[in-house]
């Protein structure tokens, strides 16, 4: 156009400005997003937003398992669920993604390593009295103080253990221009099961509430933190680091679900559960599409 040939630099370059957001205007909305993100303040007050939607599942199982009593049926068919959430969102959202970044032997390497040292760690605090920390205490109880001197500490440390992978996956996952939706409501939802088993085996083993109530309270704090955390350290690695750091967490999340989750999932539960966890999976694949 003559006057882009005419006008001075500043000018020419408004104008490019102008006629690309005129013409591909939800690029430029994108790149805005992805720079203010990754530049202000408010990118890491976004960020600890966002973790704070999966710490509400954690408070509210909280409230539920430390006034209410459900038979272990019951919490087995929402750990089931959560289950199939958790095993969609690894699957679907966070080693697909880290796949196309990184190639597969990248990804597999940072999965196994993951999975590795979440083991690892869980077998160290299980033999202090944490194995058995995700319990709701009416099909296997957890161990009492008396019974296991410094059980307490040991499942206050396992559990907050639990929650490093997801922290570490969303913390990640937030330096994409797009908010990974379907991600947070599948921790949010996985959450709920988690502290709500966990606080009805406390209870059963005598912990008090002020015990629970300030392990969940420092977790769902903790977990925010964490994740706003860890947008800000990704964003100051090169480019091969983020979807490696995806993977490790996504191995870790792999390994928690399959040694604290599926076990008090599908011990004595219902008949159906398999199809409960498939339910679980087929829910976050709708989400996922309706986010997108």
């Known amino acids: 156009m003559d006057d882009g040939v005419t006008a001075n630099s500043t000018d020419a370059e408004t104008h490019t400005k102008v006629q690309w957001t005129t013409r591909t205007p939800k690029r430029i909305l994108t790149c805005e997003w992805a720079t203010h993100m990754g530049t202000s303040t408010d990118g890491v007050w976004i960020a600890l937003a966002v ?3 999966p710490a509400v599942g954690l408070l509210v ?14 919490v087995a068919v929402a750990m089931s669920v959560a289950a199939g959430l958790l095993l969609a969102g690894v699957s679907l959202k966070v080693t697909t993604d880290a796949i196309r970044l990184a190639g597969p032997v990248s990804v597999a390497l940072s999965l196994l390593l993951g999975a590795g040292a979440f083991s690892a760690t869980n077998v160290l605090v299980a033999r202090f009295g944490a194995a058995q920390r995700k319990r709701c205490g009416d099909c296997i109880e957890q161990p ?13 440390f396992g559990n907050a253990l639990d929650a490093v992978p997801e922290a570490m996956v969303l913390g990640v996952a937030l330096r994409d ?30 912990r008090s509430y002020p015990y629970i109530f300030l392990l969940w309270i420092g977790i769902a704090i903790g977990t925010s933190v ?9 964003g100051s690695l090169s480019e091969s680091w983020p979807p490696r750091l995806q993977a490790f967490g996504a191995g870790a999340l792999l390994a928690m679900t399959a040694e604290t ?8 539960s219902p008949r159906f559960s398999g199809l409960l966890a498939a339910f679980g999976f087929g829910l976050l694949v709708l989400v996922d599409a309706t986010a997108r």
């Open 61 to 74: 199982g909280l409230i539920a398992g430390a006034f209410s009593r459900l038979p272990h049926q019951r």
């Open 177 to 206: 221009p797009v908010i990974p939706v379907a991600l947070t409501i599948a921790f949010s939802l996985s959450n709920f099961p988690v502290a709500l088993s966990s606080t009805a085996g406390m209870r059963a083993a005598g």
């Open 51 to 53: 973790g704070a939607v």
């Open 261 to 268: 989750m599926i076990p008090e999932a599908f011990h004595n």
């Open 144 to 156: 009492t103080e008396s019974q296991q001197p410094g059980s307490g500490a040991a499942i206050a």
């Open 226 to 234: 964490a994740i706003a955390a860890g947008f800000v350290g990704v």
